[in-house]
């Protein structure tokens, strides 16, 4: 192991406390980040602090700034076109496939959130209702019998967690999604394949539409 390298352990660490900081906007679109503040703030050294940050810069959640640090990245309106885009593409279909696969386990996950909300006095709140949105559309994916399928859409629901925060601070949309995972949940268990579908497209158009009325505001942390 060179000096510049760090244990994985700790390199994975900083990455994942770093990662959900960035998609929870704790740490919010422009903030700039000190590597020696960073390392201090986790307890860690520099090294794996560095790893992590050019983890984050290769998925985009950051950027390096030539002698000046780095910076979380902006989320700009390609971004969220680009990730909506690939979800309506990929999460119909995935209904679709997972109509019908549905056992009674599989259906007590999937409500579970359903009992999760989104309170704008409580912060916290927002991140706990959209790990429990991201496990639902998630378990839909894998239900859906193509693992790779499964794999993408997770990426694209990391990518659109930070895009969610920043839209539910101004729309709590969060009581409309878990009735719309309600109908979804029936039309999976009943086999309606095109139903399915049909809500599962409903649904991710509306959480876009919900993200671009919210960051196309003029105090939005967004870039054109």
């Not at 876009?208 to 942390?221: E, F, H, I, S």
Request: glycine content about 6%; hydrophobic content about 50%; charged content about 25%.
């Amino acid at each position: 192991m060179t000096a510049v390298e760090a244990p994985a352990s700790l390199t994975e660490q900083a990455l994942d406390t770093l990662r959900r900081d960035i998609l929870s906007t704790r740490m919010a679109p422009g903030e700039a980040l000190s590597e020696a503040a960073t390392a201090q703030r986790l307890g860690l050294g520099k090294a794996p602090v560095r790893a992590a940050l050019a983890r984050l810069a290769e998925e985009g959640l950051v950027q390096a700034l030539p002698r000046r640090g780095w910076v979380v990245s902006l989320v700009t309106i390609r971004d969220i076109h680009e990730v909506f885009d690939l979800r309506l593409l990929l999460e119909p279909e995935a209904a679709r496939r997972a109509a019908g696969r549905v056992d009674a386990e599989a259906l007590r996950r999937l409500d579970a959130v359903c009992a999760e909300g989104y309170r704008p006095e409580d912060p916290a709140s927002a991140a706990a209702f959209l790990a429990a949105n991201r496990g639902f559309h998630v378990a839909v994916a894998e239900l859906s019998g193509n693992t790779r399928l499964a794999r993408q859409i997770g990426r694209l629901l990391d990518e659109s967690t930070r895009m969610l925060v920043l839209g539910l601070r101004r729309r709590d949309r969060s009581g409309e999604m878990a009735h719309e995972h309600l109908a979804l949940i029936e039309a999976l268990a009943l086999g309606r394949a095109e139903a399915a579908a049909s809500l599962m497209q409903e649904q991710v158009a509306e959480s876009r539409a919900m993200v671009l009325a919210a960051l196309t505001a003029p105090d939005a942390l967004t870039a054109v």
